[in-house]
């Protein structure tokens, strides 16, 4: 079982940054693929970033250069960095994590640990 907890959602404007964090129970790493979702209303729930296994990382096209996924192990924390945001980003961002595909994971993977959401909100 892997508890997850998101923060650092705020409301901003238009060229400004944000580090969304996503505290973790237990950080497997090793293991687990770990990735950052979003949903606005109204759409549907699309992958902005992750990181595998073997800390690899990939990104949506519409986030590429701006955000940046990273992790501390120490302090079992999975982040976001969001950097020229954009009225677009506005969504409720999750983290999930799921260990079925720790190296080929992708965003259409179905995954097992959930957070509960943060918000961002981005005015022009």
């Known amino acids: 079982q892997v508890e997850l907890v998101e923060s650092g959602g705020d409301s901003v404007q238009s060229g400004g940054s944000l580090r969304l964090s996503c505290q973790a129970s237990r950080f497997p790493y090793r293991t687990y693929c770990m990735t950052w979702f979003r949903q606005a209303p109204g759409k549907e729930r699309e992958g902005v970033a992750l990181i595998n296994a073997v800390r690899t990382t990939k990104y949506a096209n519409s986030v590429k250069g701006r955000f940046t996924i990273s992790q501390d192990i120490d302090k079992n924390t999975l982040y976001l960095q969001m950097n020229d945001l954009k009225p677009e980003d506005t969504a409720t961002y999750f983290c999930?994590?799921?260990?079925?595909?720790?190296?080929?994971?992708?965003?259409?993977?179905?995954?097992?640990?959930w957070g509960q959401g943060t918000q961002v909100t981005v005015s022009s």
């Open positions: 999930a994590f799921d260990s079925q595909k720790p190296v080929t994971c992708s965003w259409s993977d179905e995954y097992k640990y």
